[in-house]
């Protein structure tokens, strides 16, 4: 026997099917669940994030109007999302909250240096940061592990570490900037008496040439150098811009000798940002330089996992897999190919299985020409042997590390066309004789051990993988 609610919503499926077009009401409407109406507020049901979010764009006047028209003015739309389908996991959203994800992340209008003589309380200061970025979806892996406890401690008593500055450099899409927002985040909550601010390095410099051109310089300088906790992303935008280089290495004196914090970051190490002025390069190096690199296997799967929960998507073990296999470079890749799988499944009304995800991979991920570089190697051979990355490069003779070195300077030769001097130089700071050394004990292991034979093929499977 159908319920109340139930009757409600078939008029009102009767009533959608008239207004939109028959592909588009079985894609977004034949999938929703009536849940209840009680208090004038009928609630549904929508499969996943995406879903809602697609709804509130698109079709949330469609629903409303609808609701208005079957059951009268006034009715209150309602969504339950399933966020996790392992639990059961869900989360209600009233309509028009628009897309939480894009209602979060819209900045507000900093272009206009701030007025120093109103200067903001901490609690009114809007520090520009995405709550989205926390480090609770931070997750940690080989690749990320120094720069992540660095950050926390950072947060726990920003000023007061040793990493201050705290430089992040790294190529694009490898967390960067979500760390910029943990770390800010975690830091207002902890400390809410502290005036924190984020900031990327364009928009410093739009501000700075928008303070010279009202005359109002001095305005600009006062406010940077009552931040507590300043954050300045991709740095290496101000090359070139030698008054903005010049007026922040005054904001960078003034915050770090009354021991405020500083975190910034590059797609370059200080050393490689050609066109910088060499006395802020010094400054940089002041603190703790660390470098992100791209997502180990073990990252990517955990990436993987949870925005899967999060959007509260199934997909097959082997499609999984693959996308943690073939998506490598960086976490905006992963991210994106999840999306791409989730709007061809919905839009298309299909399963989202290997081929869809081959298909969709192929079009952002060259997977046939993918590279191997020693970097790379470095990953793999570390991740192999349960060990750190930075283990390789250190002195230590212990035997696991020495293994572990000769490998993935014999894997470099066999799979770069790199000389025995250039991967000496990337892998330990070995010279020459070394890794000509290294390349003939691997070698001659290979030929003599079974196991040993066995552990080198299976790493160069997870290298062509």
Request: proline letters at 5%; hydrophobic letters at 40%; one cysteine or more.
């Amino acid at each position: 026997m159908q319920t109340n609610y139930q009757i409600l919503w078939d008029k009102c499926l009767a009533v959608i099917k008239d207004i939109v077009p028959e592909a588009a009401f079985n894609t977004w409407f034949l999938p929703i669940t009536p849940l209840s109406f009680e208090e004038n507020k009928f609630t549904i049901q929508v499969p996943s994030q995406f879903f809602y979010e697609y709804l509130e764009e698109k079709y949330v006047n469609v629903l409303k109007v609808t609701l208005y028209r079957v059951i009268g003015q006034g009715t209150i739309l309602n969504y339950r999302v399933m966020v996790d389908r392992t639990t059961g996991g869900t989360v209600d959203y009233p309509a028009e909250n628009g897309s939480m994800v894009i209602k979060k992340v819209a900045p507000k209008d900093i272009n206009k240096a701030p007025n120093p003589f109103v200067q903001p309380a901490p609690q009114d200061l809007d520090p520009q940061l995405n709550p989205k970025y926390t480090f609770d979806n931070y997750f940690e892996g080989t690749s990320n592990r120094l720069v992540r406890t660095a950050g926390e401690a950072v947060a726990q008593n920003p000023g007061k570490t040793t990493f201050n500055p705290l430089f992040v450099f790294g190529p694009s899409g490898v967390g960067k900037t979500h760390l910029c927002h943990a770390v800010g985040t975690r830091i207002r909550e902890i400390h809410p008496e502290k005036k924190v601010l984020y900031v990327s390095s364009h928009l410093f410099r739009i501000q700075f040439t928008d303070a010279i051109r009202k005359n109002t310089t001095n305005d600009f300088l006062n406010f940077y150098q009552n931040i507590d906790v300043l954050i300045l992303d991709d740095i290496q935008e101000l090359i070139g811009m030698d008054k903005t280089q010049n007026t922040f290495f005054h904001v960078f004196n003034h915050l770090h000798q009354l021991g405020k914090q500083l975190i910034l970051t590059s797609d370059k190490a200080p050393v490689d940002l050609m066109g910088m002025e060499e006395r802020l390069v010094t400054r940089l190096k002041w603190g703790l330089t660390a470098e992100l690199y791209r997502p180990d296997p073990d990252l990517r799967r955990k990436i993987l996992k949870n925005k899967i929960n999060h959007d509260g998507i199934v997909i097959p073990d082997e499609v999984f897999n693959f996308i943690a296999d073939n998506v490598t470079e960086n976490v905006r890749d992963l991210e994106g190919i999840l999306v791409s799988l989730m709007a061809n499944a919905v839009i298309n009304n299909r399963e989202i299985d290997l081929p869809l995800t081959k298909r969709v991979i192929g079009q952002a991920v060259r997977m046939e020409k993918k590279q191997i570089s020693v970097q790379m190697i470095q990953e793999v051979v570390c991740n192999f042997y349960n060990l750190e990355l930075t283990a390789i490069q250190t002195r230590s003779r212990k035997r696991e590390i020495v293994q572990a070195r000769q490998v993935a300077m014999f894997l470099a030769k066999k799979y770069t066309d790199c000389s025995f001097s250039h991967i000496g130089k990337i892998v330990g700071k070995k010279d020459h004789a070394t890794v000509l050394h290294a390349c003939k004990t691997i070698k001659d292991q290979i030929e003599t051990n079974k196991s040993f034979r066995s552990s080198i093929e299976e790493i160069e499977k997870l290298l062509k993988n």
